[in-house]
């Protein structure tokens, strides 16, 4: 079973899964779009929380509150161990990421990054905050095309927030998956920021699948001649390059994540978590690094099949033209030849009273013999010459 197809069943293996001692009480799962303020409170607050996918606060595990706004969110962590929480944001306006970063103590270069959008993969960290980029991919068949999401995290003592610029990817079934598994949720805001970088990873996986299976085709359009390839080929390589700035910084995320396990005293099965996150990143980062690799080839190829072509062409228009001065060649000495009696015939033909040989009785046959000596001459020069 390839490396991808067993990371797709792993969840099912996980220590983590087995059901807690304890019966596990109800939980209410928030709506999309939960923090909607109701009717009666529209106006200011709609902007602000509008942009709330979904918000909940966990303790030891399992979802305990459903708070009806982000202010009833930030007033009920303080002071309350294994409580944390999670606050989902989907394109949010800017009131509101300061106003979280007043709440948690958020730093405002990460916040103007959150606002700005559009970052590069990164890890970095503000005291006891992890601010961390992400991009996402996925392959739409349709288009056969790789779409780029970007999400950042706010990763602190007690609470996680996820921002998010575009509608994938969607964390609602890392959410899903991490309340169902409560003694993996219980581990804290570093088990949110392992699932979803889990998530992100094993997405890479589709679109590692589509883009081999775009070179492949690319591979025999290219040595079926097709005129279109080049197009083609340009095209998937800058989609390659893009996957590959998305995939290629994971590894150093998931390097200085390794590099303060220690330090930050990171529970030991979220480590191992942790390592094969990282093991499955540098496979999609190889996979990735090949595939450009592989498409510089095949340009390298197609140029080469397309300049064979271009000779090729070029040959035969030289050995058109060639033949075609031979029959030019031959037509010009058989009309030299001609020429040569007629340009006799013609001074012959002139009614002058003193002509040379005109009473003799020898004259006509000289001047045919004339005629075929100097015919037969050009004939032998050009036969010799091989224009005949």
């Excluded at 979280?100 to 270069?109: K, S």
């Amino acid at each position: 079973m390839s490396d991808w197809r067993v990371r797709a069943v792993r969840a099912s293996k996980r220590p983590f899964s087995r059901p807690a001692a304890t019966p596990r009480p109800e939980v209410v799962l928030a709506p999309e779009h939960s923090m909607d303020p109701r009717p009666e409170q529209r106006g200011a607050a709609t902007t602000l929380e509008r942009s709330v996918v979904d918000a909940a606060v966990y303790r030891d595990g399992h979802r305990v509150e459903a708070p009806s706004s982000l202010a009833e969110i930030y007033q009920q962590i303080p002071g309350k161990p294994g409580t944390m929480a999670w606050i989902g944001l989907l394109r949010p306006a800017e009131a509101q990421l300061t106003e979280a970063a007043e709440r948690f103590g958020l730093h405002e270069l990460a916040v103007e990054d959150a606002i700005v959008a559009h970052q590069r993969p990164k890890l970095e960290r503000y005291g006891d905050t992890l601010f961390v980029v992400l991009r996402a991919a996925r392959y739409l068949d349709d288009d056969e095309a790789v779409d780029f999401g970007e999400i950042h995290l706010f990763v602190g003592p007690d609470f996680v927030v996820t921002v998010r610029h575009s509608q994938s990817p969607d964390l609602s079934a890392v959410r899903r998956r991490l309340e169902g598994d409560p003694e993996l949720l219980a581990l804290g805001p570093e088990a949110v920021l392992y699932a979803v970088l889990d998530a992100v990873v094993d997405g890479y996986a589709p679109v590692i699948a589509g883009l081999q299976h775009d070179i492949d085709e690319i591979e025999t359009e290219v040595f079926g001649g097709d005129p279109g390839v080049s197009r083609r080929i340009y095209e998937l390589s800058r989609e390659v390059i893009e996957f590959q700035r998305a995939t290629r910084p994971l590894l150093d995320i998931m390097g200085s994540l390794e590099a303060g396990f220690e330090k930050y005293g990171t529970d030991e099965e979220l480590r191992r978590y942790l390592r094969d996150v990282a093991d499955h990143a540098t496979t999609a980062a190889e996979r990735v690094d090949g595939f450009r690799q592989m498409l510089q080839n095949i340009l390298t190829v197609n140029a080469t099949l397309v300049s064979q072509a271009q000779n090729e062409e070029m040959k035969q228009l030289a050995e058109a033209g060639h033949a075609q001065n031979n029959e030019i060649k031959k037509i010009s000495s058989w009309a030299a030849i001609l020429f040569a009696p007629t340009l006799i015939g013609t001074v012959y033909g002139m009614n002058f009273t003193e002509m040379p040989e005109l009473k003799w009785a020898f004259g006509y046959p000289f001047a045919i013999g004339l005629m075929a000596l100097v015919c037969g001459s050009l004939y032998l020069v050009f036969k010799r010459r091989d224009w005949l």
